[in-house]
């Protein structure tokens, strides 16, 4: 039988504050040693104790069931977050294109067929990502390598192109195109399943893509407006 005595526990203690104790079988502790975890509140797991034992157990059981109801709480909340984020996006689609439709046909056209791959992104909120990737148009700074990937703006928008014919549509678009590239960095704090959320971002960056070369096109022009050196 080994003793541990008070001033055993207090050269632990010194070395790393502790908020609980296992006492291991064969061992006691002095009523100094015993007083010491009552004065700090150091709860204290006596395994020569049958009672202490299955009142430790039943403490797991329930730490670990509150851990689980936790988690399962965040990811429903998660989901529902994800679920409505995509349906605003959803409605930013369909009402760009609308504003879309009366100025530029093509354009407004080309983005309802966005509008329609990225709904079917949002089978990401039930854990399963079915929709097809995007077939690359390639141009100067855009191939089929990079199309997939993030690679930022072809051009900054500012209020010089405001002021160019199709300065309405190169505006509509690229606040549509910020959103998306917002919600995808949401999304990889919302989407627990790496895979997943590899392969959602793949897609996003995709419709993305497509949408740069949409305001490339609105700006005039048949090359690529994209400074070759920001090519990943």
């Known amino acids: 039988m080994k003793f541990i005595t008070e ?16 006492l291991k079988e064969g061992e006691r502790l002095t009523p100094g040693a015993r007083q010491f975890l009552v004065d700090r509140g150091v709860d204290m797991y006596d395994r020569n104790d049958p009672m202490a034992v299955l009142d430790a157990q039943k403490k797991e059981k329930a730490k670990a069931a509150q851990a689980a109801k936790t988690e399962s709480s965040s990811g429903c909340r998660n989901g529902k977050k994800l679920c409505s984020r995509m349906k605003a996006l959803q409605s ?36 399963k990502c079915e929709a097809v990737g995007l077939v690359c148009n390639a141009c100067t700074g855009m191939n089929g390598e990079n199309f997939s990937q993030c690679i930022g703006d072809c051009f900054e928008i500012t209020e010089f192109h ?22 995808s960095l949401d999304a990889q704090e919302l989407i627990a399943d790496e895979k997943l959320c590899q392969t959602l971002e793949a897609r996003l960056n995709e419709i993305i893509n497509t949408i740069s070369q949409m305001i490339c096109g609105a700006m005039g022009g048949k090359e690529c407006q994209r400074d070759r050196k920001s090519v990943v």
């Not at 407004?108 to 039930?126: K, P, W």
């Not at 405001?162 to 998306?180: A, I, T, V």
């Open 7 to 22: 001033e055993d526990l207090r050269d632990l203690y010194k070395k790393q504050p502790f908020t609980d104790y296992d």
């Open 92 to 127: 930013l689609f369909l009402l760009t294109a609308r504003d879309l439709l009366d100025t530029d046909l093509c354009l407004s056209q080309q983005l309802t067929g966005l509008s329609r791959q990225f709904a079917a992104l949002r089978s990401v909120s039930e854990g």
């Open 162 to 183: 405001m002021q160019m014919p199709k300065g309405r549509e190169m505006l509509l678009l690229d606040r549509l195109r910020s959103e998306l590239e917002c919600f």
